[in-house]
């Protein structure tokens, strides 16, 4: 495919780098300073790895090009994600906050485990990110906490500090920031005498280019709508 990087940080220079072994080819990579380079180019694919406030362009410029839009930038407002919903109405979009395959199952498996333990079971969710991260807590800690309360039963209690009180219904959530981690997530079930912590280790962010390319596989062809990496690894149950 022909496909536009959206990003010239860490992430869309791994993605440049390595569009060619996977069989794309790379019509430009963009950010706030030279979108302007955009305005007449064609493309198949836009993946966008950069910043919320390039959001809006980036979803004219797809609309225009009526082509797929695979978005990884984490931080989006409510407002930001209805626009996102808006374009997939138009193309085909997959949004991720987080394109690891791994993330993924153990999203799954929260989604599978939550509903047998929570009775009896106080849930945590930790999350660790380098010391250049901007957003807390981590998109992915965000889509975990909807997988383990989708219907919002719980208080969501962020980084508890002073005199907080007994716990109550609710779900603490922790960030930690430092040095180079490229991701860490952990969800916590605290029982009376009994604990199960879930880990996923990224040890570097090319899980994410790895994921991004094969999601962009799986939408060649696809139908305007909205798509996810639950709907990626649908099969798994
Ligand atoms: P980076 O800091 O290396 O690069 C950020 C990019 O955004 C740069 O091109 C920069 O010019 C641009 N940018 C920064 N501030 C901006 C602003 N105010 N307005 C417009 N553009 C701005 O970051 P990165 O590690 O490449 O990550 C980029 C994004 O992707 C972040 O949102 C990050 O959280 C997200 N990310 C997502 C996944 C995933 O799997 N979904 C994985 C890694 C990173």
């Not at 993330?103 to 498996?109: H, R, S, Y």
Request: glycine share 10%; with cysteine; charged share 20%.
């Amino acid at each position: 495919m022909r496909v536009m990087i959206v990003g010239k940080g860490k992430m869309g220079t791994r993605l440049a780098a390595s569009a060619a072994e996977k069989g794309h080819a790379i019509v430009a990579t963009v950010d706030r300073f030279n979108r302007e380079a955009i305005g007449s180019l064609a493309c198949d694919a836009v993946i966008d790895f950069s910043h919320p406030d390039n959001l809006a362009w980036v979803c004219d410029y797809v609309e225009q090009q009526c082509c797929i839009y695979l978005c990884g930038t984490t931080g989006l407002t409510q407002e930001q994600m209805e626009r996102l919903k808006e374009t997939a109405h138009t193309c085909p979009v997959f949004y991720s906050a987080n394109f690891s395959y791994g993330v993924a199952v153990l999203t799954k498996l929260v989604e599978w485990l939550t509903p047998l333990l929570e009775t009896d079971f106080d849930i945590e969710v930790v999350e660790a990110h380098h010391n250049q991260k901007q957003d807390a807590p981590s998109g992915t800690a965000k889509m975990l906490l909807e997988a383990i309360d989708p219907t919002h039963q719980y208080a969501r209690v962020h980084q508890r500090d002073g005199f907080v009180g007994k716990r109550g219904r609710e779900i603490g959530i922790h960030s930690i920031r430092g040095g180079t981690v490229a991701g860490e997530h952990s969800v916590l079930y605290l029982g009376d005498e009994e604990a199960i912590r879930l880990t996923h280790t990224a040890s570097s962010r090319q899980i994410f280019v790895n994921g991004a390319w094969k999601a962009l596989a799986f939408m060649e062809g696809k139908k305007p709508g909205f798509y996810t990496m639950q709907d990626m690894i649908g099969g798994i149950r």
